[in-house]
């Protein structure tokens, strides 16, 4: 009796131990099943919006020597976050140049020709992109702010960081003399326009990627 009563006790325990194994063992499985689909993924990569700080006009610093201004006005076509246009106000500015990037564009030569006069403007830049993909063409005008007319234009295609690095990398030995010319001679005084000039420049809540962002 003693050695059966031992026995019994020997699986008795056996069985215990047994049955918390499996116990356990489900909700281990049943983590390794389930639980990966409820847990919050780590590896998805928000990528953050570029930086805009370049569409803010930089105040005339008192004794500052700029070497003339130049107003950049958006470029049809291009992206929501406008590469191409950053860059050339990026180009610009690093060239010693007081780009206004907040202007609108006007409807014609006359009203360009005031708006550069009231301004102090020597040169004006615009353009327009045209495609998708790698078959985009970007179209880059430069125009003359004492005339309104143009006076070189720059071709560029295929992607779009491709033409953004074409441009920081090839714009000014484009555009660099006749900016140069028309920022010397926009300099001098201006006959005054007959009519007022009604400018719109711009503020963060009229620029698209402001918008956006509200």
Known sequence: M????????????GLVIAAGAIAA????????????????????????????????????????HSKGKVAVFPIAGDDVYEPMRAEIVRVLRGKGFTVLASLRPVDSAAQLREMSAALGLGAIIDGDVKGDGTRQAARIQLRSGLSGQTVATATYSGTTPKIATAIKRGLWGRFGSAIKHGCATGSRPRRPSKEPLRIDAGTPLDSPVASRSL
């Open 2 to 13: 003693r050695c059966g009563s031992t026995a019994s006790w020997v699986v008795s325990k």
């Open 25 to 64: 063992a489900i909700p281990a499985r049943a983590h390794a099943m389930w639980g990966a689909a409820r847990l919050p993924r780590t590896d998805i990569v928000r990528s953050t919006p570029p930086d805009q700080s370049w569409l803010q006009d930089v105040p005339e610093k008192a004794g500052a």
